[in-house]
């Protein structure tokens, strides 16, 4: 398996601007995670995903930010309008059940700047 | 929730033994993992710990103490590419969720 997925590495936007990120987890996966890292408050969860449905998005800092996980294969996580803030490591992740005893697999992340 | 705390960095010798900490506070613990990132690169899983005691696998251990909320890694042999962030991740089962909350991490620097 190629692992997780994860486009685009960069990304680089002025602010206001939409911004999509894509995931596609490891085939046979049932739960998929979007996490953010920053300096100042290292890895936190947005919101996570089981068998394609939102399960908790109380880490999404505000409205702006949306995800959706139309099938096993494919997830966004939308950023719109973006602000200077949201500046970020996003990381997306899998792993076959939610025990994570084996631990979850991460992609290799979407640097984001907003400008 | 919980509270997790490491050391923001510590530096060792190539050939020592480190040990990084993680202390945390939980109502429900319910497990505790290790995971290794790389500068730029994704949090790659080393360990998971769910009841006491020392969890050996290769170079790296990892310690458990539910009782004292404390958790050690232990490197050995180190190397030069050990030069990364260890992040620590605690579970805690009171909320109902199973997903670990992740502490800051510890920059671990290896010099010749």
């Known amino acids: 398996d190629a692992g997780v997925i994860q486009s685009p590495r960069h990304e680089v936007t002025e602010m206001g601007q939409e911004v999509t990120l894509r995931c596609k987890p490891i085939?046979?996966?049932?739960?998929l995670f979007w996490y953010r890292q920053t300096m100042m408050r290292g890895l936190e969860l947005l919101i996570y995903f089981n068998n394609n449905v939102p399960i908790d998005d109380s880490g999404m800092p505000e409205d702006r930010f949306s995800a959706k996980m139309p099938n096993a294969s494919f997830s966004t996580l939308k950023i719109q309008p973006s602000e200077p803030r949201d500046s970020a490591v996003y990381f997306c992740a899998s792993s076959f059940g939610d025990r994570g005893t084996y631990g979850y697999t991460f992609g290799s992340g979407t640097r984001l700047t907003v400008v | 929730g919980q509270n997790i705390d490491q050391p923001t960095e510590m530096t060792a010798t190539e050939g020592a033994i480190v040990q990084i900490n993680c202390t945390y506070q939980?109502?429900?613990?319910?497990?505790l993992f290790w995971y290794q990132q790389h500068a730029g690169e994704a949090p790659t899983f080393l360990s998971y710990?769910?009841?006491?005691g020392l969890e050996e696998k290769g170079r790296f251990s990892s310690f458990l103490s539910r009782s004292k909320g404390y958790s050690y890694l232990l490197l050995k042999e180190l190397q030069m590419k050990d030069s990364a962030s260890y992040l620590c991740a605690v579970r805690d089962h009171a909320g109902g969720s199973y997903i670990p909350t992740f502490g800051r991490g510890t920059s671990l620097i290896v010099h010749p």
């Open positions: 085939s046979g996966h049932d739960y």
């Open positions: 710990n769910v009841l006491d």
């Open positions: 939980t109502s429900g613990f319910n497990g």
